[in-house]
């Protein structure tokens, strides 16, 4: 069984950082292209960052890139989103998911990621 649980969210004040957790189980985060998307409240689904298989190439979105990394460990099976400079604009549920495909590069679409979370909310306090 397939199963994504997130942690690490909570309340913070604009300027503020959070680090969020993603840990896996019934598979690898080695063999796919690991995601991080979010959802604010009245808002399309978003990707945050998204971390390749093999080298680890990344990808962010352009309302947080150079404020957020994300990060695979394959010993811990885990993936990580260091969030730094919190805005007001990042609060949201933040989500991680897999790719559909093992061994598939990246892809920049989020019909292509699965095993869903159940997400961690993040409050950003102005």
């Known amino acids: 069984q397939v199963q994504l649980v997130e942690s690490g969210g909570g309340s913070v004040q604009a300027g503020g950082s959070l680090r969020l957790t993603c840990v896996a189980s019934?598979?690898?985060?080695?063999?796919?292209?690991m995601a991080w998307l979010r959802q604010g409240t009245g808002k399309e689904r978003e990707f945050v960052g998204i971390?390749?298989?093999?080298?680890?190439?990344?990808a962010y979105g352009e309302s947080v890139k150079g404020r957020f990394t994300i990060s695979r460990e394959v010993a811990k099976n885990t993936v990580s989103l260091e969030m730094n400079n919190l805005r007001p604009e990042d609060t949201a549920v933040y989500y991680c998911?897999?790719?559909?495909?093992?061994?598939?590069?990246?892809?920049?679409?989020?019909?292509?990621?699965?095993?869903w979370g159940q997400g961690t909310q993040v409050t950003v306090s102005s």
């Open positions: 971390i390749d298989i093999d080298g680890g190439a990344t």
């Open positions: 998911a897999r790719h559909k495909t093992i061994w598939s590069r990246m892809t920049l679409v989020a019909d292509d990621y699965t095993d």
């Open positions: 019934g598979l690898s985060v080695g063999w796919y292209a």
